[in-house]
């Protein structure tokens, strides 16, 4: 019996599919049912490692499991190209920005084709094309037209040596992210999109998507933020401000806590709190210290709370007690109006505050059960309850509370019930060379004016340099100075690029047809989208699919497209994570140049090029910078791509983390030459054995069953945990007659195909089945035959899973324990962590667990 061997495997059945040009799509439908599934697209920083892998090779899992059920599959690939990093690398190591990106995209492809990925290749594209961003200038102009394009002054994070406009993300303790210069707070007119417009039907949208994670879902409609509350005047005692003789306006979502108000509080950079600054050094100083400070509402949220008095006092609006203002740093200028009165008894902020400046404190809702004395101390009570302590509110539910004030205040003609929303306009303006170009003229007399839509695309020029800082399209000598389109006086060109979310934005409606002359071919976007699976991380579960969601609907109302909704499945996984090595030094070393041993019962890490000791540290995300990655080329060095396939896909539920262990992939490879030895030794001419046989196609149907709900649910661990036991069922079963064991072969090369393609390739050949296994229709059970009598158990280790098993209905309880200790990944765990199984305890049909130490 010959061993498989993947290095020629694998590239051979590679090479079929590309002289059948097997993944191109269909331009014309061709009347099947369409499936599109779409990986959010990579950015290309240079190579891939198997932490990418996992989430190209779900879908293709995807891609391959619908193709074999009869669907018109979409997949695609293409490249998020445009951004800071390739600008950093032009200044570190003095490349072009698009020489630096394309050598990364041409490395990249080659690394992603060694995965045997069923892309289409033939639709790629790189948002940094300008036959890509050609066209989203022009649908920019449309919606420009449409006014849902505009310039404002806004205030915005500045880097001074970078000469940049930094997201809050990029600001560390008040410094820029990379230049390490204290950030400035400047006011610059910059683009935005009206995705405010949009709100409502953003946040009633999130009903409609069912697959959907809930935890995604509950994420946008928390960013949008949407509230109903009360935005009324308090008047000033004594005499008012200069400019605020009306009194200040604040917004509250708890109208009902009235009573309970300790003090006023405004943002740092409030208009009276600016006012206040330039007449006393101190209130300046105090708001510059609230600007160093973080600048994202969750930075703001963990900081210390800290303020300062400004001597002001407002009359509250019942019972006309003076209360104090204050000047906070947990207050954002940017929601409702800038002002809030505080009820610490009823907000842990507010309380935090009150704390800290010994502020009164007055519970006015008691929870059910409570008396007059009910108190609060170290946490403020957010939960349901009656009012107390209010007057004309004594005994009222918080609801109908809310309603009384309201109601109380608009008859009083000092203020009105309002709906706000966290979210504001999309700022999408960016100092920066490596990005699209925004496609306006500046002109003196006419204003900003569209360049026409013969002109485009305005294309980069590429004689810039990075030997100075700040936008090199600010200095260009001649691609900044144009002709008006309207009046033909010397003009200037907008010289800020696009936020790289705008080009993200709308990809996968390019991709249905990326050769159309226009943006989006509208009738292949009505054909595939919207996108069936969307299959991503979890870290993009706000800004990149809130913005795609908006463009689709900008671009729906532009007449552009039709589907609203873009994705309508929506999948996020877990990261690959993996051991870190660090030299005495604390130089980060490659998991390949380190070895392993246990020594005196514990881990011990030598590196192989020196032989010095290494410090075993934590397990993290794969990183280049931490070099703790493992690239494709090297699984395929060692074990086949298909084995790192299979390890990615089995070793957890796809939406948790894995680590990435040697001892998981070599149990990965060992299941390959199990299942090519089945195939390479069968006889298409044994005899029949009815009850053998019987007995082999009840399992055969049982797997077919459990692997399809096992990848239609995203339970790929468990379908490959079925495929582990239909292996050993075919081996249990080697004495079957020739048909029933063709019958169980012939399913199982298509039923591992979406999950290890080019293994399944050679054992359809081997079975001398005709054409390729991909084209080959999915198995169906007999439900008969399929009737279940197994049961998935779960292994634990230390109280958590760590592997399940497939075993019969009251199994004998050491068949389990032998089937447990041999599961692959309970394997490569105790391995991993230098594990021993010192018992193991089977609760019949439930559960294994197992003591190791």
């Not at 690959?576 to 090595?581: D, G, I, N, Q």
């Not at 030895?677 to 149907?701: N, V, Y």
Request: charged content about 25%.
């Amino acid at each position: 019996m010959a061993r498989y061997d993947p290095k020629t495997a694998e590239p051979r059945q590679q090479d079929r599919w590309h002289a059948a040009d097997a993944f191109t799509t269909p331009v014309t439908p061709t009347g099947k049912p369409k499936y599109y599934v779409l990986e959010m697209f990579p950015y290309p920083s240079g190579n891939i490692h198997m932490g990418h892998a996992r989430n190209y090779v779900m879908g293709d899992v995807v891609a391959r499991f619908k193709r074999a059920r009869g669907f018109d599959v979409l997949h695609p690939m293409g490249w998020d190209a445009f951004g800071m990093p390739a600008e950093n690398a032009a200044m570190e190591r003095g490349v072009h920005p698009g020489e630096w990106t394309w050598s990364n995209i041409a490395t990249m492809r080659d690394q992603l084709k060694l995965l045997g990925l069923s892309l289409d290749w033939s639709r790629e594209f790189a948002t940094c094309d300008p036959t890509y961003y050609g066209k989203q200038q022009a649908w920019f102009l449309e919606l420009l037209k449409r006014g849902l394009v505009y310039r404002k002054d806004s205030v915005v994070n500045w880097d001074p040596v970078d000469n940049t406009v930094l997201a809050n993300e990029q600001v560390i303790d008040g410094r820029g992210w990379r230049s390490g210069a204290v950030v400035e707070k400047r006011k610059l007119n910059q683009w935005f999109l009206r995705i405010t417009d949009y709100a409502d039907d953003l946040i009633d949208g999130l009903k409609t998507l069912d697959r959907w994670p809930d935890k995604v879902r509950t994420m946008q409609e928390n960013w949008i933020g949407r509230s109903s509350g009360l935005q009324m005047t308090w008047a000033f005692s004594g005499t008012p401000p200069k400019g605020f003789e009306g009194g200040i306006e604040i917004y509250t979502t708890r109208p009902d806590t009235l009573f309970g108000a300790s003090f006023l509080g405004l943002a740092p950079d409030h208009p009276l709190s600016k006012q206040l600054a330039e007449a006393d050094p101190a209130v300046a100083e105090f708001v510059a210290e609230c600007r160093r400070g973080g600048t994202s509402e969750a930075e703001i949220e963990q900081a210390e709370k800290i303020g300062r008095d400004t001597g002001l006092k407002v009359r509250h609006p019942f019972t006309g007690e003076d209360i104090p203002v204050w000047i906070a740093n947990f207050i954002l200028s940017e929601y409702g109006t800038g002002a809030i009165f505080a009820c610490p008894a009823h907000d842990q902020r507010d309380l935090e505050f009150a704390r800290r400046y010994d502020l009164p404190v007055l519970p006015v809702v008691r929870p059910e059960g409570a008396g007059d004395d009910f108190d609060v101390e170290g946490e403020a009570y957010t939960g349901p309850g009656t009012l107390f302590n209010s007057d004309f509110l004594n005994g009222k539910a918080i609801a109908d509370a809310k309603a009384e004030v309201i109601a109380q205040v608009e008859a009083a003609g000092s203020g009105e019930g309002k709906t706000l929303y966290r979210l504001r306009d999309w700022g999408v303006s960016r100092q920066r060379y490596w990005g699209c170009p925004i496609p306006v003229i500046h002109c003196a007399s006419c204003g900003a004016v569209p360049v026409p839509v013969d002109q485009l695309p305005v294309v980069l020029p590429e004689d810039v340099t990075f030997d100075k800082p700040g936008n090199p399209l600010d200095r260009h000598p001649t691609w900044k100075h144009v002709r008006c389109p309207s009046c033909d006086a010397e003009a200037v060109r907008e010289t800020d690029t696009l936020d790289t979310f705008v080009d993200s934005s709308w990809y996968f409606a390019r991709f249905t047809d990326p050769k159309a002359n226009a943006p989006i071919n509208t009738a292949a976007a009505d054909h595939w989208l919207p996108v069936d699976q969307y299959i991503g991380g979890v870290e993009h579960a706000v800004l990149h699919l809130l913005y795609a969601r908006f463009i689709s609907r900008a671009l729906s109302d532009a007449g552009m497209m039709s589907v609203r909704e873009p994705f309508a499945g929506l999948f996020t996984q877990g990261m690959v994570v993996h051991e870190t090595y660090r030299t005495g030094a604390g130089a980060w070393v490659e998991p390949t140049d380190v070895r392993l041993e246990t020594v005196d019962g514990k881990r011990v890490a030598t590196r192989l090029s020196t032989g010095e000791p290494l410090t075993i540290g934590d397990i993290e995300k794969m990183s280049k910078s931490k070099k703790n990655v493992v690239a494709p080329q090297e699984i395929l060095d060692s074990h086949g791509v298909d084995a790192g396939r299979l390890f990615v896909l089995s070793d957890s539920p796809p939406e948790r983390d894995m680590q990435w262990t040697t001892g998981g992939l070599e149990g990965a490879s060992r299941f390959v030459q199990r299942v090519w030895a089945e195939f390479d030794g069968f006889d298409a001419g044994a005899p029949d054995q009815p009850e053998i046989d019987l007995a082999l196609r009840r399992e055969t149907h049982k797997a077919i069953k459990a692997v399809t709900e096992g990848v239609e649910g995203f339970r790929f661990n468990s379908a490959i945990a079925k495929l582990y036991g239909f292996l050993s069922t075919l081996r249990a079963h080697a004495s079957a007659g020739g048909a029933a064991r063709r019958e169980a072969l012939s399913a199982f090369a298509r039923l591992i195909a979406p999950f290890t393609p080019h293994l399944a390739e050679e054992c359809w050949a081997a079975l001398g089945e005709d054409g390729m296994v991909l084209d080959a229709p999915w198995p169906q059970w007999e439900p008969a035959l399929a009737a279940d009598d197994e049961l998935t158990l779960p292994v634990q280790i230390g109280g958590k899973r760590r592997g399940e098993i497939v075993m019969p209905r009251g199994a004998d309880p050491k068949a389990v324990e032998a089937e447990a200790l041999a599961n692959p990944a309970v394997r490569a765990y105790l391995e991993a962590n230098g594990l021993s199984v010192r018992k193991v305890i089977v609760v019949p049909d439930r559960i294994v667990n197992l003591v190791a130490g």
